[in-house]
């Protein structure tokens, strides 16, 4: 693999065979906690792949395709975590893993990027660009005033929470469409205003690709032995469904862009790393949410906009958080504490629900 170093390689075998190892796990019928640890272990680690080459794609074309890019890759996981726990009946551990993505990335991963990027920067101030934050905390609050509505008219006993499913399929399809009416003039624009960058990747191009297509997709597979193993888990540690959902299967299932952010914060690439978990959130609440929303529509089982009320007021609050503390293009590192801080305690509170 030309222009990866001989410890990259060895990481990459690493890698594979903890793969390999989580797949024996799953079709030979390990013990569900085995399995289990396994699938985590080679989520992370794949998660260490889709990093590294997205730093070398970053160095081609800029933080705004390659955050797209990155976070869609890494997005993979969630999408068949959420098909597969519909599939198996697990409705609220498939609706509280949505929700947690948003959650976990807008503020624990987000948290900790600026944390990192805040200690790496000279004057304590991680600096990035303000229009994608921006626009991801206002596709926050378009989402949330979906998820608002349809919480509100059952809490009144309004006659449209009879009428759940058709409001959450329409709102669907109008969140698909705000999404892509922002996010092709967003890859548009800062392509355009990519300026040439002095150094070379050292990793080609092809191979950069390859390794973010085979993070991506191995990841969906090990998800598929990740929620296989995961009812009988949930059920020998004692932990709540919402916490399993809203914890353990939103960060592995978001292993890579959590990775990928802090590692990139880490080096000081802020626009990258704020691109690439700024992605993930926008893609979660007005992408994946909604695309899931209407691929439910082919089970049994169907997911819909409808959340519980904590989830409700949470959901507003990290809107609001991520516009208050990125909104003008720079953080400190208090500030990033305070955002995981925020997760740490809903994660808390989901513990006992």
């Known amino acids: 693999m030309g222009g990866l170093t001989r410890s990259e390689r060895l990481v990459i075998g690493a890698i594979a065979a903890a793969t390999a190892l989580a797949g024996i796990a799953h079709y030979a019928g390990w013990t569900p906690l085995l399995a289990f640890a ?3 272990v080679a989520l992370a680690g794949l998660a260490h792949i889709v990093s590294l080459a997205t730093e070398q794609v970053g160095q081609r074309f800029g933080p705004a ?21 519909l599939r198996a009946g697990e409705v609220v551990v498939a609706q509280t893993s949505i929700v947690g993505s948003l959650f976990a990335n807008a503020l624990l991963v987000l948290g900790l990027v600026i944390v990192l990027g805040a200690r ?4 304590g101030v991680m600096r990035f660009e303000r229009r994608l934050p921006n626009d991801t905390a206002t596709l926050l609050l378009v989402t949330s005033f979906i998820i608002v509505l349809v919480g509100l008219a059952h809490a009144t006993h309004e006659p449209a929470a009879q009428h759940e499913r058709a409001i959450s399929t329409v709102a669907a399809v109008l969140l698909l469409a705000v999404y892509l009416a922002w996010v092709i003039p967003y890859v548009r624009g800062g392509a355009a205003l990519e300026t040439a960058r002095p150094e070379t990747p050292r990793v080609p191009l092809s191979l950069s690709i390859g390794l973010l297509a085979a993070g ?5 597979f090990v998800s598929d032995w990740f929620v296989a193993a995961l009812r009988p888990t949930i059920d020998r540690l004692g932990v709540s469904e919402a916490f399993a959902g809203l914890v353990v299967v939103a960060i592995a299932g978001n292993a890579v862009e959590n990775v990928a952010g802090l590692v990139l914060a880490h080096k000081g690439q802020y626009d990258l790393a704020i691109s690439v978990v700024k992605n993930s959130v926008a893609q979660v609440a007005a992408f994946l ?6 691929i439910s529509l082919l089970f049994a089982h169907q997911l819909t906009f409808g959340l519980a009320p904590v989830l409700i007021g949470a959901l507003l609050v990290t809107a609001l958080a991520v516009w208050q503390i990125t909104g003008d293009g720079e953080a400190v590192a208090f500030e990033g504490w305070a955002l995981a801080a925020t997760y740490v305690i809903l994660a808390v509170f989901t513990l006992y629900d």
Do not use: K
């Open 216 to 220: 991506g997709v191995g990841s969906a």
């Open 120 to 123: 790496s920067s000279p004057d």
């Open 38 to 40: 396994l699938a985590t």
């Open 289 to 294: 949410y909604p695309l899931l929303v209407l």
């Open 65 to 85: 395709a390659t955050g797209l890019l990155q976070s869609t890759l890494g997005n993979l996981p969630e999408l068949f975590v959420v098909i597969f726990a």
